[in-house]
């Protein structure tokens, strides 16, 4: 029988990753991003936040239940796709095969794959022939600021017949108004807000370093900004645009201090030493 569909959200977390199951614990973050139907997505992200791994699970999930002829995942270049295909789509497939692995028909290269009816074609942007002739509904950019510029445009025409549409864009920064950064500063720019436990208040993490950060005794604290008397917790917050009026593109900004898995003190010290800021902020 034909399996049931369930939301993208919830099909996630029955997927098995690295030998565990999927979960959000101490990814509370990724909970809304992982719900929303935006076509057009835009995440600004440090390293490490999980990311590429929902943009690798969108692709297979929308190839499989969202009635697309294909998703064109883009990579800065060639050897980038060997090695997506290898380390992550490869164990993937291996570790879901009653349901990933069943989906998919043909594994030969790792530039494309069939799953389900459609197509997921895997490519290296510097190539003007791997992005020439695939009909695709759903194109990912993955290390956006990596790729020649000029590829972008050429991705995206590939898309000009299609009804559907859906684009997700995600890099770490690299120089102002460029890439990833100048397209996030067109999105309606969301940041994940903390909330105190004890005041209800919100804080921006990004907007208020390095006042956010308290360092008590040897530990540095994440502080609210608000009533400045209670350790926020990464997993408490919401959401927030900053330019709500704007809906064409939806923006997510990922930084390390909202990670479970980055002391904020190794953040403070690295702000403190650093020779090069603009690298630190990236």
Sequence with gaps: GKEKEEPFHEWATKVTLDGRPFTFDMHEYLKEPYQDPHPHVVEMKAAQMGLT?????????????????????????????????????????????????SWIR????????QVGDAFLYLRGM???VGL????????????????PQNAVDMALERMSHSVLKRVLKLSNPTLPDYGIDKEFAESDQRYWMLRCIKC????????????????YKGKVYRICQSCRDSVLQPSIGMW???????????GYHYSQLFSHFVDPGEILTKFRTTTNLADFYN
Aim: one cysteine or more.
């Design 106 to 113: 043909d594994t030969d290269s790792a530039g494309l794959k």
């Design 53 to 101: 791994t929902k943009a690798m699970l969108s692709a297979l999930y929308l190839c499989r239940y969202g009635g697309i002829r294909g998703v064109l995942y883009l990579f800065p270049s060639r050897t980038d796709v060997l090695d997506f295909s290898r380390s992550r789509v490869a164990p993937l497939i291996e570790e879901n095969r009653d349901t990933i692995g």
């Design 200 to 215: 209800g208040e919100f804080t921006c993490m990004e907007d208020t370093f390095p006042d956010c950060l308290v360092d």
């Design 132 to 147: 020439k002739s695939v009909p695709v509904d759903y194109t990912v950019m993955d290390e956006l600021d990596e790729a």
């Design 240 to 250: 927030v645009a900053k330019r709500p009026s704007i809906t064409e593109k939806r």
């Design 126 to 128: 510097q190539s003007r």
